[in-house]
C-alpha cells in the first residue's frame, strides 16, 4: 500500500478548492491544525501517511496534549493505536470546568505546511463514535486570511492566533488562512457563505495582495467576499483585520508604508460602506501593536506574538459573540 491507496484530506472541497486561485489551490490540502476526532470505546487503531515531507501528529485527550504519545508519518501508511489513558478517569469537574473539549474526546493535530505536508486516511479499526455536541465547544470561531492566519511561523498548530484567539473565547476553530495567496477569491467567499457550521468569522485581508493588486481591485475584491459572507450570515459577526505591521514599516521604508496604510484606508472604507450592522472593523496594528515576538524577516509572528494577537484579538470579539 501506498500513500496514494489513501484519501486525502482537504480543509475545503474539491469542488471548491479546483475554482480557488492555482495558489490557494496548493494550500488546501495542508491541515493547517486540522485535527481528526473520535471517542474511543476500547483501543482505535488509525491509519494515515503523509506526502511531501513527513509530519509530526499531537494526539490530546481532550484539552491535555498526549506528551510522549506523538508520533511522524512519512510516505509509507503507519498504523497507531490509541487508548482513553485511564488517569484521566473521574476528574473533578471543579479542576475541568473551563475545558473546551471533553477528555474523552480523541484529537489528533494534523500539522501545517511548514512543519508537515498532506496527509493520506487509510484506514480506522476498534470501537468509536464521534464526539457529542456537548463534549466540543458550542461557539465555533473561522478565520480566512494569509499565512500569518495558516500559520507559518509558530513552533506548533496550538499557538497560531486562529488557535490562541479561539482558546480564550472557549471556541472551537476553523482555519481557512491561505499561505501567499488570500486573494479574496470568490470561491473561497461563497464557501465561508454557504458553511453553516461557524458562529463567529475573521477576514484578514490582504497584505498578499498588495503589488499584485491595485489598492481599488483590492477594495473590490475585498467587499465582494465581505458582502458575500455577511449578507449570507447576518446574525453572525465578521470581523475584518487590516493589515499587520511588516518589514517595510517597521524599516521605515515610506513609499511601502504609505501604500500599505492605501490598503488599510481600503478596507476600511468597504467595511464602512457595506451596510451590513454585523460585519465589524480590527485594526492590525492593534493586534500586533510592536514587533516584538516576530521571526527575523519581520512579517511572520513566532509564538510570543502570535499569543498577543491571540489575546488581543479574543477581546475584539468577545463583545461580539455575547451580543
Known amino acids: 500500500m501506498d500513500s496514494h491507496d489513501g484519501v486525502r484530506l482537504?480543509?475545503?472541497?474539491?469542488?471548491?478548492?479546483?475554482?480557488?486561485?492555482?495558489?490557494?489551490?496548493?494550500?488546501?490540502?495542508?491541515?493547517?491544525?486540522?485535527?481528526?476526532?473520535?471517542?474511543?470505546?476500547g483501543p482505535v487503531r488509525v491509519t494515515l501517511s503523509s506526502e511531501e515531507r513527513e509530519s509530526l501528529v499531537r494526539p490530546f485527550w481532550g484539552d491535555f496534549q498526549a506528551t510522549g504519545e506523538e508520533f511522524v508519518l512519512g510516505p509509507e501508511?503507519?498504523?497507531?493505536?490509541?487508548?482513553?489513558?485511564?488517569?484521566?478517569?473521574?476528574?473533578?469537574?471543579e479542576a475541568t470546568g473551563d475545558m473546551r473539549y471533553a477528555p474523552e474526546v480523541c484529537r489528533l493535530v494534523l500539522a501545517g505546511d511548514h512543519r508537515g505536508g498532506h496527509i493520506y486516511y487509510h484506514d480506522v479499526e476498534g470501537e468509536r463514535r464521534p464526539p457529542a455536541a456537548d463534549e466540543v465547544p458550542q461557539l465555533r470561531y473561522l478565520a480566512y486570511g494569509t499565512s500569518i492566519t495558516e500559520g507559518e511561523a509558530p513552533t506548533a498548530e496550538m499557538q497560531t492566533y486562529v488557535n490562541q484567539a479561539a482558546?480564550?473565547?472557549?471556541?472551537?476553530?476553523?482555519?481557512?488562512?491561505?499561505?501567499?495567496?488570500?486573494?479574496?477569491?470568490?470561491?473561497?467567499?461563497?464557501?465561508?457563505?454557504?458553511?453553516?457550521?461557524?458562529d463567529v468569522a475573521t477576514l484578514s485581508l490582504s497584505v498578499n495582495m498588495v503589488n499584485r493588486f491595485t489598492?481599488?481591485?483590492?477594495?473590490?475584491?475585498?467587499?465582494?467576499?465581505?458582502?458575500?459572507?455577511?449578507?449570507?450570515?447576518?446574525?453572525?459577526?465578521?470581523?475584518?483585520?487590516?493589515?499587520?505591521?511588516?518589514?517595510?514599516?517597521?524599516?521605515?521604508?515610506?513609499?511601502?508604508?504609505?501604500?500599505?496604510?492605501?490598503?488599510?484606508?481600503?478596507?476600511?472604507e468597504a467595511v464602512a460602506e457595506c451596510g451590513h450592522e454585523n460585519v465589524h472593523l480590527v485594526e492590525g496594528p492593534d493586534l500586533l501593536p510592536t514587533a516584538s515576538g516576530l521571526t527575523t524577516d519581520l512579517v511572520h509572528p513566532g509564538d510570543e506574538a502570535m499569543i498577543r494577537i491571540g489575546e488581543n484579538l479574543a477581546r475584539e470579539i468577545e463583545p461580539l459573540v455575547s451580543n
Not at 497507531?80 to 488517569?87: A, G, H, I
Not at 476553530?173 to 454557504?194: K, Q, R, V, W, Y
Not at 449578507?231 to 475584518?240: D, R, Y
Request: charged share 30%.
Open 10 to 41: 482537504l480543509r475545503v472541497s474539491e469542488a471548491v478548492r479546483s475554482e480557488l486561485n492555482d495558489g490557494a489551490q496548493t494550500r488546501m490540502p495542508h491541515p493547517a491544525g486540522s485535527e481528526i476526532r473520535f471517542v474511543p470505546e
Open 77 to 93: 501508511p503507519k498504523t497507531v493505536e490509541l487508548s482513553f489513558p485511564d488517569r484521566l478517569s473521574n476528574l473533578d469537574s
Open 215 to 268: 489598492p481599488d481591485e483590492f477594495r473590490e475584491r475585498a467587499a465582494a467576499m465581505i458582502e458575500t459572507v455577511a449578507e449570507a450570515n447576518p446574525t453572525k459577526p465578521v470581523a475584518c483585520i487590516t493589515l499587520f505591521p511588516h518589514v517595510r514599516e517597521y524599516k521605515r521604508d515610506h513609499e511601502e508604508a504609505a501604500l500599505s496604510e492605501t490598503f488599510r484606508e481600503k478596507l476600511r
Open 167 to 198: 482558546r480564550r473565547l472557549g471556541a472551537d476553530p476553523i482555519n481557512l488562512g491561505s499561505c501567499g495567496t488570500a486573494f479574496c477569491d470568490s470561491a473561497m467567499a461563497e464557501h465561508i457563505a454557504d458553511r453553516g457550521d461557524w
